[in-house]
């Protein structure tokens, strides 16, 4: 279910971008405004700005992401990953601002109907800098275009666990509130990426709110 969202997608040309930093964000975090987007017959096109190459997995995780994508629902080739040599996974790993909007900026002139951007918003949900940089990236390049950006609300940790129970919490007049009840789809959606699969992220898909729950703010210039 979609509160206040957009109308009807009903321009093949029309895309909303959605920036994430590592295969495997779309899944554990953006699932209800994805299925919400596509439901409405909306086009998603998927940047992702790094291989998630920090177990030197790169290659295998690019195959996962496109897989959950596919189980998403996406269409095929409306996913592009990033693998430059200044920018690879890692928490210690400092990412070029100015590099990481140039690949938006990009993305901007691929799609001259783009609808709008979504990303983290400067927390990042779980405050790793790869989120806060991607950001950084798109309110930098929000600065000096006319599409929209709106940012994926981080919450305190109580509500980040409270899964479902977090809905009443979560509508706010202004926000565009994605609610999607459907367990299953991201639990299929998480395990496309296999290899990061393990027994935590199996309890963050049953009892994160990011599974049920997306709420959205404009990006302010």
């Known amino acids: 279910m979609l509160q206040k969202g957009f109308g009807d997608g009903d321009d093949d040309d029309a895309t909303v971008l959605i920036v994430t930093a590592h295969p495997d964000d779309e899944a554990m975090f953006f699932v209800p405004t994805m299925l919400g987007l596509l439901s409405a017959g909306h086009r998603i096109h998927l940047l992702c700005m790094s291989t998630g190459d920090y177990e030197g997995l790169g290659e295998v995780r690019i195959k996962e992401l496109n897989q959950c994508c596919l189980e998403l629902g996406m269409s095929p080739g409306d996913v592009t990953v990033i693998d430059h040599e200044q920018i690879r996974d890692g928490p210690k790993e400092v990412w070029d601002v100015d590099l990481l909007a140039s690949f938006v900026l990009q993305q901007t002139k691929l799609h001259p109907l783009l609808e709008m951007i979504i990303t983290f ?41 409270i899964g479902v129970a977090d809905a009443p919490l979560s509508y706010k007049f202004g926000q565009w509130s994605f609610f999607h009840w459907n367990l299953l789809s991201n639990y299929k959606a998480m395990s496309a990426h296999a290899s990061q699969f393990v027994w935590f992220r199996r309890l963050f898909v049953l009892f994160s709110r990011y599974t049920y729950i997306n709420t959205l703010q404009p990006m302010r210039r």
Not at 126 to 137: D, E, K, L, Q, Y
């Open 121 to 161: 918003d400067d927390y990042g949900v779980s405050g790793h800098p790869n989120h806060i940089a991607v950001h950084r990236a798109v309110k930098k390049v929000h600065k000096d275009i006319c599409v929209p950006c709106h940012t994926l609300d981080s919450t305190n940790i109580l509500r980040k666990y």
